[in-house]
């Protein structure tokens, strides 16, 4: 599968935004992405770094203006096309919700479903808990394990895609440097944020995508010292090996091949699915063993 993502950098210029992001698009179609992914909520800036209602006017309903558009657009691409929305489901009540378009149809969405509250990454404040589990969505290029951002770090919710059929793991994402972090601590943390991924990949013997934003976006309260985001979208293959692995710093949109039937051969000779001990998992149910 040729699978196109988009690594961007965002400004306060939502117009400008959307005609970077179409323009990458229209760049990867053309060169054959048969699956186009962009990063976590990639209309605006990173809006969480404050607690502020006014950032609720950027919230859409789905269906709605972005998916509309997005529908049409991957109508007329003949592409696969996942995107990231904050979604107004209701009146205080909303969503960081990724959308699925497929050639034209709208194929599926994915209610973010672990919400960090953490210092420049307040989304407890705008985001509910997503309510629509963990179920991949089918599309003309197979099944997508579709997630987002922080719901990257457990390896539960990567799981329950592989069990119920997924394809490919799929993440959409935000996250950067802290500015008073020391340089080592910063790529111990980029080191991690790769790795636990790169162990969903190898734990299912699936390839996992994490289309990441890039740049700096100041605190807007001046508490902090803004995000630097540390870019480096990747794809890894089912053994968690790295097919491609994006800049630290700069924007761009590429292609990367991926060979999904590799999953089917990795899963023969590393039967993970068929060792598991079913029967003596019941405890991850709960909060903590005491």
Known sequence: MKVGIVQEHFTADLADNKKRIDARIKELADKGAELVVLSELHRSLYFCQTEDVDMFDLAETIPGESTEYYQQLSKDLNIVLVLSLF????AGLYHNTAVVMDKGRFAGKYRKMHIPDDPAY??????????????????????????????Q??????RLMALE??????????IGYESTDTRDEQERQRGAWMTVQRGHAVANGLPVVTVNRV??????SGVTGGIQFWGSSFV????GELLYEGST??????????DMQR???????WPFLRDRRIEEFGDLTKRFRD
């Open 87 to 90: 979604e107004k489901r209701a």
């Open 122 to 151: 307040y989304e407890k404040f705008y985001f509910t808990p997503g309510d629509l589990g963990f179920h991949p969505i089918q599309t003309s290029v197979g099944k997508l394990g579709l997630m987002v951002c922080w719901d």
């Open 153 to 158: 770090w457990y390896p539960e919710g990567a």
């Open 165 to 174: 059929g997924a394809d490919m793991l799929i993440y959409p994402t935000a």
């Open 215 to 220: 740049g700096y976006e100041p605190d807007p």
């Open 236 to 239: 890894a293959g089912p053994q």
């Open 249 to 258: 710093t700069d924007a761009e949109a590429v292609i990367v091949d991926v």
């Open 263 to 269: 999953c089917e051969n990795v899963r023969r000779i």
